[in-house]
Nanobody, 125 residues
Framework: QVQLVESGGRLVQAGGSLRLSCAAS????????MGWFRRAPGKEREFVAA????????YYADSVKGRFIIARDNAKNTVYLQMSSLKPEDTAVYSC??????????????????WGQGTQVTVSS
């Protein structure tokens, strides 16, 4: 059983940057793959990025490649999402996820076992 709590979401101008954090508690993450999803108003949840325990391998949605970077600090049980060149269409609630698969299957929300409640990111133009 793992609890995930996101933080760092706020209002930011288009073209700016922002770093989201996800703190895990309740159980050691061990070899869990970690990731991020987002849900924009009126839309279904969308996969953003995933990362292996070691941090050596990552997987990104096409919409964020080259702009977002996922990273983790296992000593702090924390996963990060560094976002740059933000666009208004990036506005969404961003949720941290744990215990999934790296690769195409990561895009399926049903393959992830733990979810945080999310943090709001709003990008203004």
């Amino acid at each position: 059983q793992v609890q995930l709590v996101e933080s760092g979401g706020r209002l930011v101008q288009a073209g700016g940057s922002l770093r989201l954090s996800c703190a895990a508690s309740g159980r050691t993450l061990r070899n869990y793959v970690m990731g991020w999803f987002r849900r924009a108003p009126g839309k279904e949840r969308e996969f953003v990025a995933a990362i292996t325990w070691s941090g050596a391998s990552t997987y990104y949605a096409d919409s964020v490649k080259g702009r977002f970077i996922i990273a983790r600090d296992n000593a702090k049980n924390t996963v990060y999402l560094q976002m740059s060149s933000l666009k208004p269409e990036d506005t969404a609630v961003y949720s941290c996820v744990a215990d999934g698969l790296l690769g195409a299957q990561a895009m399926d929300p049903g393959t992830w076992n733990y979810w945080g409640q999310g943090t709001q990111v709003t990008v203004s133009s």
